[in-house]
């Protein structure tokens, strides 16, 4: 059985940049989400050089840019893509707002955290809708529902976002955080301490460690936080905000790229698993892409009230925004929906 090297994909070291060159720009409005007069598409008949750079290792979080680059979606909307593998949401984020990289997918909580420290980033496409946050337990743990973890052993990664939000799905769900006993530890040993029953249950992503334990055979059960009550946005397409008022024909022409590429993925999931496997073969097989790729499906429509990919409801913002000020801490004055220009966005939207 080939090993993942991935393990986590969010608040780890040391992320890539991202660079455009050889661009036609016109100005954008951020803030408002109004994007100027810049147009559904670049310069005609121009290859603009693009580099994305992820949240994280290539995975199934990620795999529609690998799929609509094999298919060659980004190249006939005039862009060159190149995508870098990052380390960590707020490593890639942090490279956004200080200019180092103009264009990346990060989760979107972080996006805020950095954008309420001054941060110029702006989300411009929140793809999977809500993150793939989940606790999860064996069978054989009898945790059926997340009351049961009162009086339970709980892994938990100190300071990852899962983490940070899980006094908010156990309040959610009537749970006293006291109640439930927290075993710090390390990303590497996680699955080993649930394996070994040294915890009954674990934090982590519903789309990276559920389907590794699955692969290895073992029967779980996983509480994802956006059905029980914290349904924050997930990985989101991010700009800087000072490039988007210079590329805004860049960025609508990216972002429905990036849309159609989704769709395509959707619809072609084992596809877009081998495209991942081909472009970044030292990351897994494609079976296990396509593991992966299966539960972040079910992420790109699973805003409560969705209709459409990337539109996010109001409410589910304004449910971000509280959950945000409460648990991570952000200034009480944050609007997050400030931090969102939703006109970079093609005015036809796929239905979920």
């Not at 954008?115 to 945790?143: C, E, H, M, W, Y």
């Not at 983490?163 to 006293?176: C, D």
Request: proline residues 5%; charged residues 15%.
């Amino acid at each position: 059985m080939r090993l993942h090297r991935r393990t986590w994909r969010i608040g780890l070291a040391i992320g890539g940049t991202a660079i455009v060159t050889a661009c036609a720009s016109s100005p954008a409005a951020v803030g408002s989400g109004n994007s100027g007069n810049a147009g559904d598409s670049g310069a005609p008949g121009k290859m603009t050089s693009v580099s994305f750079t992820l949240n994280y290792l290539p995975g199934g979080a990620q795999a529609g840019f690998m799929y609509g680059k094999s298919l060659g979606i980004f190249s006939k909307a005039g862009i060159n893509l190149t995508i870098i593998p990052g380390s960590g949401s707020l490593t890639t984020a942090e490279l956004v707002a200080n200019g180092k990289a103009d264009l990346a997918y990060v989760d979107a909580p972080t996006a805020f955290s950095v954008a309420a420290r001054g941060g110029a980033i702006t989300v411009v496409a929140p793809i999977l809708q809500v993150n793939g946050f989940a606790i999860i337990a064996l069978k054989d743990s009898g945790i059926t529902s997340i009351k049961d973890l009162a009086g339970k052993r709980l892994g938990v990664i100190p300071g990852l976002a899962p983490t940070v939000l899980l006094p908010a799905v156990l309040s959610a769900n009537g749970v006293p955080m006291s109640s439930v006993h927290q075993v710090n530890m390390q990303s590497s040993s996680q699955l080993g301490a649930l394996l070994q029953h040294r915890v009954d249950a674990i934090v982590a992503a519903g789309d990276v460690q559920g389907p590794q334990l699955l692969e290895r055979g073992s029967q779980i059960t996983q509480f994802f936080y956006y059905a029980n009550g914290v349904p924050t946005v997930g990985e989101s397409i991010v700009a800087n905000t000072d490039f988007l008022k210079t590329h805004g024909a860049l960025v609508k022409a990216f972002v429905k790229a990036s849309l159609e590429s989704w769709v395509q993925t959707r619809a072609n999931p084992s596809a877009a698993a081998a495209a991942v496997a081909q472009q970044f073969p030292e990351e897994g097989t494609a079976s296990q892409e396509l593991d992966q790729i299966k539960v972040d499906l079910k992420l790109l429509c699973a805003a409560p009230g969705a209709t459409h990919m990337a539109q996010v409801p109001g409410d589910v913002w304004s449910r971000n925004q509280s959950l945000l000020i409460k648990y991570d801490n952000l200034p009480a004055s944050t609007k997050v929906t400030d931090d969102v220009a939703t006109g970079y966005l093609p005015s036809s939207l796929p239905a979920c």
